[in-house]
């Protein structure tokens, strides 16, 4: 299931499913669905059983996806009205601005799991490898307040002083967990998506050396879609480890239709599980949470310039770039300078 969060006509994020060409709005299907079995059909009703948006839907999820699955399969047979209570049932994607998949995630952690992109940016530093890679998986919060879908992503001037892309993986904590060991996280994903950790080398590489950060030059925007992929479509990608998943999903990333980075989800050299298991040590993650791969290897222009791939290349306004993950479809972003 690709599950979507849009925006269609009134201007308001609703939660949807992608079957085909089409948004199948979910708060109406669930409407639908709940007057077709004789119960309340409000929107009160609807959010308190099934929740409000896609993380609602994560939230309640043992309740929600069952009942998406009967609604998509209706649709696949015509079997759904055009309209519900005065709106349209299915809208086409075409039709629709797609948001990112949870706007407001509880809170989000991005990973350094990819050895190939720690290494060679190292490398291009003039530093040796640092051995606390190999003793356990590092990350970093960053600031779910700032999330973007697809689209136009608005930084300031200061932020396109060597302004970077970043291509990674991500996935959503489906379920409330506390010490979580590897062997039993990969149970606590919901789905993956794509995400963009967009970086402003300038402010970045200031902040940390003050050895604390990253901060300003991360907080500004990360950007999350265009859709949440529940684990299920990615069975046939899946490879058990007894460290936890990989998942066998080809990344690439383009700037203005050039491709400029290429690589693998399986390549993470610590898998989500064991990064779960770090997160979850002594605290308690939560329903939509975020967690990121971290770079993949070629993921970046710091890397790729520090290799002399491409030559001091940064990203400026009006910049599009494309991050395309097997099945997680087609992340797409232009760079605005907000006045």
């Known amino acids: 299931m690709k599950l979507v969060t849009f925006r269609y006509e009134n201007g308001h994020d609703r939660a949807g499913v992608l079957v085909g060409s089409h948004v199948v709005d979910l708060a109406r299907a669930f409407a639908w669905y709940e007057h077709s079995h004789g119960r309340r059909c409000d929107e009160a009703h609807v959010f308190d059983r099934y929740g409000r948006g896609v993380l609602g839907f994560v939230e309640h999820q043992e309740r929600a996806r069952p009942v998406a699955d009967e609604i998509v399969e209706h649709y696949a047979r015509a079997g759904l009205p055009a309209t519900f209570e005065g709106g349209p049932i299915a809208v086409a994607l075409e039709d629709v601005e797609l948001r990112a998949p949870i706007p407001r995630p509880p809170s989000m952690r991005d990973g350094y799991a ?3 992109h720690v290494e060679t940016a190292r490398r291009n530093r ?3 490898m640092i051995p606390e890679f190999d003793q356990f998986p590092i990350f970093y919060f960053t600031n779910h307040g700032a999330v973007t879908g697809p689209g136009d992503v608005r930084v300031r001037k200061r932020h396109t002083e060597r302004l970077d892309y970043e291509l990674e993986a991500a996935v959503v904590v489906g379920r409330e967990a506390h010490d979580v060991s590897a062997k039993e996280a990969d149970a606590l994903i919901f789905g993956l998506t794509i995400m963009n950790d967009w970086s402003a080398r300038a402010l970045q590489m200031d902040e940390m050396k003050l050895n604390l950060g990253p901060a300003k030059g991360k907080d500004f925007a990360t950007s999350l879609g265009p ?3 529940t684990l299920d479509e990615l069975k046939d990608r899946t490879v058990a480890t007894p460290n936890g998943n990989h998942y066998d999903l080809a990344m690439t990333a383009r700037v203005n239709g050039k491709e400029l980075s290429r690589g693998n989800v399986r390549d993470m050299t ?7 298991e770090r997160a979850s040590y002594g605290v308690t993650l939560y ?6 791969s971290g770079t993949c290897g070629t993921g970046c222009l710091l890397e790729l310039n520090g290799s ?3 030559d001091n290349l940064w990203l400026a306004p009006g910049d599009v770039v494309d991050l395309a993950i097997d099945r997680l479809g087609v992340l797409s972003n232009r760079i605005v300078l907000a006045e």
């Open 114 to 116: 990819f050895r190939q």
């Open 126 to 128: 003039g530093l040796e």
């Open 227 to 229: 859709w949440l992929v």
């Open 270 to 276: 610590w898998t989500f599980a064991q990064i779960l």
């Open 287 to 292: 329903p939509g949470d975020v967690v990121g």
């Open 308 to 310: 002399k791939i491409t």
